[in-house]
């Protein structure tokens, strides 16, 4: 299966917070892990944003950041990820004073020996903050692109509702020259129309979420009729109470309508759980079946910019598992 909708700053967990805080010298705000681990009850997108970029005071040096993303691709590949669309928010570390060399090349030199390391084929993609001006990611995506950095996508996060993707025509006409594939959060907290316009006026290949589409049944069809991916985040979902719980989740009304869906975790050091965790619950909770997971795992790697070859042998490992979970 491949992870496409997953944010580096997301995986990083409490214990590697107090650790990098005590390698950097970094006085944290909380007297110790329970008391961290007290805050992550979010009401809202906001509510958990809020915390989310307060933690990475923590990533100061290059090694913060290749550490926290080898953690990441161990516990991802443990849990059955074979290639991964890795997002980072440069944006939100140049803000606080750390050079964008520092935070891009932290990452990438982790992802550049992961299929290596552990079996897992990556690829870097940048999310610009839609709650800052156009101007300032325009301005950041110039740096990468003049530093060859090596991102293959651009994506759209942060604070949606009043952050529509009109406002970011510009940067994602700018990553379309620049031979980028461009992807965007969308129907997280947003309404249906932000997928709309994400697809017609930022031409995104593909939906951070989407789960709001449910509320339009034109949309439903237009996004079935193209098989638009849409990556779903379900155990963020609950936790951001964007569905009220795992149970209300649209998922199962979301693979009957006919979408191609997939299921990722988003930021697993926050939401209660890795891809793996989201496939367990989803399990135990809605019942989902074999052939559905095998089915989402498929629309996983045939939604990602992985080269065709490598697209055609983790299909190849995805029908010899429903072998095996159809002998079994
Ligand atoms: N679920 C999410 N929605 C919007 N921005 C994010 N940044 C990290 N996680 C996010
Ligand atoms: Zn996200």
Same mark, same amino acid.
């Given at each position: ?68 993303? *080898?953690? !990441?691709?161990?516990? $991802?590949? %443990? #849990?059955?990820? +074979? ?8 944006? =939100? ?76 025509? *510009?940067? !994602?006409?700018?990553? $379309?020259? %620049? #031979?980028?594939? +461009? ?8 309404? =249906? ?136």
């Amino acid at each position: 299966m491949a992870e496409l909708h997953l944010h580096i700053e997301g995986t990083l967990q409490p214990e590697l917070i107090f650790a990098l805080a005590e390698r950097n010298g970094i006085e944290l705000p909380y007297a110790d892990l329970d008391e961290l681990r007290s805050r992550y009850e979010f009401t809202d997108l906001q509510s958990f944003l809020d915390l989310y970029y307060a933690n990475m005071a923590v990533l100061r040096t290059e090694q913060d950041f290749a550490d926290m993303t *080898r953690d !990441y691709l161990a516990r $991802a590949s %443990a #849990g059955g990820v +074979r290639h991964v669309e890795v997002m980072m928010d440069p944006q =939100a570390h140049v803000s606080r004073g750390v050079p964008l060399e520092t935070c891009v090349n932290g990452v990438a030199s982790a992802l550049a020996t992961s299929e290596e390391e552990f079996g897992v084929s990556t690829l870097l993609i940048a999310a610009f903050l839609r709650d800052l001006p156009e101007d300032d990611a325009l301005e950041v995506l110039e740096q990468l692109l003049a530093m060859n950095a090596p991102i293959a996508g651009i994506g759209l996060d942060s604070a949606e509702v009043g952050n529509p993707p009109s406002k970011f025509v *510009r940067l !994602y006409q700018r990553a $379309a020259e %620049a #031979g980028l594939h +461009r992807i965007a959060h969308a129907g997280e907290e947003g309404p =249906a129309s932000y997928i709309t316009d994400s697809l017609d006026l930022l031409g995104v290949e593909r939906i951070d979420h989407g789960i709001r589409c449910m509320e339009d049944a034109a949309l439903v069809e237009r996004l079935a009729n193209e098989q638009v991916p849409l990556t779903v985040c379900p155990l963020s979902n609950v936790r951001l109470r964007a569905v009220d719980t795992l149970a209300d989740h649209p998922l199962p009304a979301m693979l009957s309508a006919g979408l191609n869906v997939s299921v990722n975790s988003d930021d697993p050091a926050y939401f209660g759980g890795y891809v793996d965790d989201n496939f367990v619950q989803l399990r135990a909770v809605l019942g989902l079946t074999a052939a559905e997971q095998s089915r989402l795992a498929a629309n996983s790697i045939r939604s990602s910019f992985a080269s065709d070859a490598r697209k055609a042998e983790l299909l190849g490992e995805v029908r010899a598992w429903e072998a095996a979970a159809a002998e079994a």
